[in-house]
Nanobody, 125 residues
């Protein structure tokens, strides 16, 4: 069992940057693939980025590729999402999630085992 707590959301102007953090409890964080998802009002939850449990491999949605960077610090049991060149369409609640399968990085929310409560990111245009 792992608990995830996101932080770092807020209000930012278009073109600005923001870094989200997701702190995990539990001793097995380093064995989970980690992902970030987001959900805008009236829309389905969508994949943003994922990072392999060893941290070597990452995967991004086309909509954020080149602007967002996912990283992790297993010693701190924390995963990060650095968001640059933010756009109004990035406005959403952002969730981190843990996948205990240790398989290839996946972009489907249903395969993730644990979820945080979410943090709101609002980008003003």
């Amino acid at each position: 069992q792992v608990q995830l707590v996101e932080s770092g959301g807020g209000l930012v102007q278009a073109g600005g940057s923001m870094r989200l953090s997701c702190a995990a409890s539990g001793r097995t964080f380093s064995m989970y693939n980690m992902g970030w998802f987001r959900q805008a009002p009236g829309k389905e939850r969508e994949f943003v980025a994922a990072i392999f449990w060893r941290g070597a491999n990452t995967r991004y949605a086309d909509s954020v590729k080149g602007r967002f960077t996912i990283s992790r610090d297993n010693a701190k049991s924390t995963v990060y999402l650095q968001m640059n060149s933010l756009k109004a369409e990035d406005t959403a609640v952002y969730y981190c999630a843990a996948d205990k399968s240790m398989l290839a990085l996946r972009n489907i929310s249903g395969v993730y085992d644990y979820w945080g409560q979410g943090t709101q990111v609002t980008v003003s245009s």
